[in-house]
């Protein structure tokens, strides 16, 4: 994730009680519909991984699975849990290219600010090989703030989260707004994104 302390901090230091949350949700259907874009044994990254779960059904799919993730405390529930070895890395220093078949990216780029939003894209994209997949979660909304644990969030429209993508390389952009409840109990509205990297890249 991004290097805000506040946000790292209550992932370190929450991670057994929140990787027991995360893994309950179990991607709510949007695991299978990247997934149905992916061919047989394509290679995924799971980044931002949290506690793993996702990673771990990657591979139980038969996907080679890398997995990565800004927080220490959720690596190691991750290791713990699934048996992964998660890459402890923050976004700004993640220099992968053209290596993955698919990224899956679930609400973990909310956690840094919108001026670092662009860059993050342009990685995933070159990240991923040409015709690649990615997955985006993210909260629906306008501004930055906190939430009642000190975490940091920014919220983004449908309009302006598309724009960012297609200006990073992405295509086929797909959005979906749904209403969800968060891990401090409130109320929200969030946005998943299915796209491509071009194919002509």
């Not at 209550?10 to 057994?16: S, T, V, W």
């Not at 992964?84 to 909310?110: E, K, N, P």
């Not at 860059?119 to 501004?143: D, E, M, Q, S, V």
Request: hydrophobic share 40%; glycine share 12%.
């Amino acid at each position: 994730m991004g290097a805000d302390p506040a946000t790292l901090a209550f992932y370190d230091r929450e991670a057994p009680a929140y990787a027991g949350y995360s893994a309950e949700s179990a991607g709510d259907g949007w695991l299978e519909q990247f997934a149905d874009g992916l061919a047989e044994g394509a290679r995924v990254l799971d980044f931002g991984c949290g506690s793993g779960w996702a990673a771990d059904w990657f591979a139980r799919k038969g996907f080679a699975v890398d997995a990565l993730d800004g927080s220490a405390g959720l690596a190691g529930e991750a290791a713990e849990r699934y048996g992964l070895d998660v890459r402890v890395c923050r976004f700004d220093d993640f220099t992968d290219r053209d290596r993955y078949d698919g990224i899956w990216a679930s609400f973990c780029l909310l956690h840094d600010s919108r001026d670092a939003m662009p860059r993050h894209l342009a990685r995933l994209n070159a990240a991923l090989k040409p015709g690649g997949r990615l997955y985006l979660g993210l909260k629906a909304g306008a501004g930055e703030r906190r939430d009642t644990l000190g975490r940091r969030y920014t919220h983004y429209d449908h309009d302006e989260i598309e724009a960012l993508l297609a200006k990073a390389g992405f295509e086929q952009i797909d959005a979906t707004v749904l209403a969800s409840r968060g891990y401090d109990g409130s109320d929200e509205i969030v946005l998943h994104i299915l796209a491509q990297r071009s194919a002509d890249a």
